[in-house]
């Protein structure tokens, strides 16, 4: 082999090593970005689900509460009822 095919042969291996640097740090780049839309999808999701308890949460509660009222409208006009009844029987 002569020393230019020598030297060509270098540069040709070389060009053929630097591509395959670019394609392995592109694949590395890209999986990376999928890996962090993937996190940040994820945390979204979670974020949503948090919201989405805490507003079934917040209902149970308002629920709670309406029927405890509810409760104590009730006693309070069976308790007026009892009274007027009472009175009007003396």
């Known amino acids: 082999m002569t020393k230019i095919n020598e030297i060509t042969c270098f540069h040709c291996n070389q060009y053929e090593f630097d591509i395959s640097l670019v394609f392995h740090r592109?694949?590395?780049?890209?999986?990376?970005?999928?890996?962090?839309?993937?996190?940040?999808?994820?945390?979204k999701e979670a974020e949503e689900a948090r919201k989405k308890a805490d507003t079934e949460s917040m209902l149970i509660?308002?629920?709670?509460?309406?029927?405890?009222?509810?409760?104590?409208?009730l006693a309070v006009q069976a308790q007026r009822e009892r009274n007027e009844f009472e009175r009007v029987l003396r």
């Open 26 to 43: 592109d694949a590395l780049r890209a999986k990376r970005a999928q890996e962090q839309a993937e996190r940040e999808w994820r945390k």
């Open 61 to 73: 509660s308002a629920r709670k509460n309406q029927m405890q009222q509810k409760e104590h409208y």
